[in-house]
């Protein structure tokens, strides 16, 4: 395929470079850099796949937000976070050592 060859591209991708192009000129940018600059939204948005093969193959990318945003919507957070059994216990045995101190005393007089 020699460079700047666009037959591989689907209907869709072209339709979209199209308009692309259009709205940069419509903005005032000059025609060859308007059109370079659709054609790169195009490959940016598909992947650079330039045929179904390809797009099948391979993922497009999800940004770090979008990832992060679904792993949320999976796991939401009901509650406060959880505590170990371990960890429970020790809270307990402090928060009642501490009860049974007398209000002037030390920790290391205990």
């Known amino acids: 395929m020699p460079q700047g ?4 591209y689907t209907d869709k991708q072209k339709r979209k470079a199209e308009h692309i192009e259009e709205s940069y000129e419509d903005r005032g940018t000059p025609k060859n850099k ?7 939204t195009v490959n940016k948005e598909s992947g650079a796949a ?3 093969a ?3 193959v ?11 945003a679904r792993r949320a919507a999976k796991h ?6 959880q505590i ?10 402090r928060v009642r050592a501490t009860k049974k101190r007398p209000d002037n005393a030390s920790p290391q007089e205990t």
């Open 5 to 8: 060859d666009k037959d591989k």
């Open 34 to 40: 308007a059109e370079r600059r659709a054609w790169a």
């Open 50 to 52: 330039t045929s179904l």
């Open 54 to 56: 390809l797009v099948a």
């Open 58 to 68: 391979i993922p497009i990318r999800m940004s770090h937000q979008k990832r992060v």
């Open 76 to 81: 939401p957070r009901t509650g406060p976070p």
């Open 84 to 93: 170990a059994p371990r960890q429970l216990k020790r809270l307990q045995q």
